[in-house]
């Protein structure tokens, strides 16, 4: 296969990989706070982490199912879900939002290089 095809799909199933975790996280998210005495506030830190988690996740499989250029893929997801939640982003921007995005650039690369190496183990 050409390499700027497996590239693609790689951070193509990144990012459908994420966003089916992030749908998940929302549907139990809302359950929760619809049956529960829980708040938003209260649940302000899970998700937080769920976010950086599904980057993380998205990542490890984008890069495996690539099995090259791990940290591109990683790189690439956390900037398309940065992207995203600053377009859809109803409130001005704080700079402590950064934090948050440094989070998640540092998941996607993370899980990148992660999941390139589960590729390697798998193959050899």
Not at 53 to 69: D, H, N, P
Not at 74 to 90: D, R
Request: proline share 1%.
């Amino acid at each position: 296969m050409i390499v700027w095809k497996k590239t693609a799909g790689g951070i193509a199933a990144a990012v459908v990989i994420f966003f089916l975790i992030a749908a998940v996280y929302s549907a139990v998210a809302a359950t929760l706070l619809h049956f529960t005495d829980l708040s938003e506030l209260s649940m302000e830190k899970w998700n937080g982490m769920t976010g950086a988690a599904a980057v993380l996740i998205g990542s490890m499989a984008g890069s495996a199912y690539a099995g090259q250029k791990g940290m591109y893929i990683g790189c690439l997801t956390a900037g398309i879900v940065i992207s995203i939640s600053l377009l859809f982003n109803h409130t001005p921007f704080e700079w402590s939002q950064l934090i948050h995005y440094g989070l998640f650039l540092a998941c996607g690369l993370t899980g990148g290089i992660i999941g390139v190496n589960f590729r390697g183990a798998r193959e050899k």
